[in-house]
Each structure stands twice: as C-alpha cells, then as structure tokens.
C-alpha cells in the first residue's frame, strides 16, 4: 500500500522559511517521479514543483520559481519542498503526490 505522510509545515512570518518533507512507503521510491500540490484556503489544486525519480530535473510555476526548491533522497525515500521567501498568498495546505495517491497534507500559514 502506498503511503504518503507530509510534516514540516506550520505558522511562518511573511519572508520567512520552512521545509516541507513527505515520507513514503509502500512502492519502489527510485522509479517514479515526486510532484508537491497546494490548496489555498477556497482555491483548487496548484501543482508547486515536480522531480523525476534521478533528481536530475526540478521544474516550478512562475508562482514559486525562484524561492521553492524540490529535492529527493532515495536512500530515505523522502522527497523534501524548501519554500523560502514566503508571502501570504503560500498560506495553503500542501500535498505529496504520486499519481493517484496523495498524503493527508500539511498546512503552512504565513502571516504576521
């Protein structure tokens, strides 16, 4: 069974940082591709960053480009989001993605 557990997120100053990490079980890690998808409060689904399963390319939206950075361990079969420079409009709950499997999500807050 695949399992997907995102942790990291919390209440964070506008300009501030947090990683986001998502643990998995329950396939072969190093075979497929990883994507992080966020929901604002009242919003649909925004894919945030994607990284196939050798790391070799990161590819972002021009929302984030610039200040989130995907990254993969496959010893660990972990798939880390750092989101740095964080606005209010980051303020979303923020899902690990692999195909049609998904984490319970974690939520980040950026406010004052």
């Known amino acids: 069974e695949v399992q997907l557990v995102e942790s990291g997120g919390g209440l964070v100053q506008p300009g501030g940082s947090l990683t986001l990490s998502c643990a998995t079980s329950?396939?072969?890690?190093?075979?497929?591709?990883m994507s992080w998808v966020r929901q604002a409060p009242g919003k649909g689904l925004e894919w945030v960053s994607g990284?196939?399963?050798?790391?070799?390319?990161?590819i972002y939206p021009d929302s984030v480009k610039g200040r989130f950075t995907i990254s993969r361990d496959n010893a660990k079969t972990t798939v880390d989001l750092q989101l740095t420079d964080l606005t209010p409009e980051d303020t979303a709950i923020y899902y690990c993605?692999?195909?049609?499997?998904w984490g319970q999500g974690t939520q980040v807050i950026v406010s004052s």
């Open positions: 993605n692999l195909h049609e499997h």
């Open positions: 990284i196939y399963n050798t790391g070799g390319s990161l």
């Open positions: 329950g396939f072969t890690f190093s075979y497929y591709g």
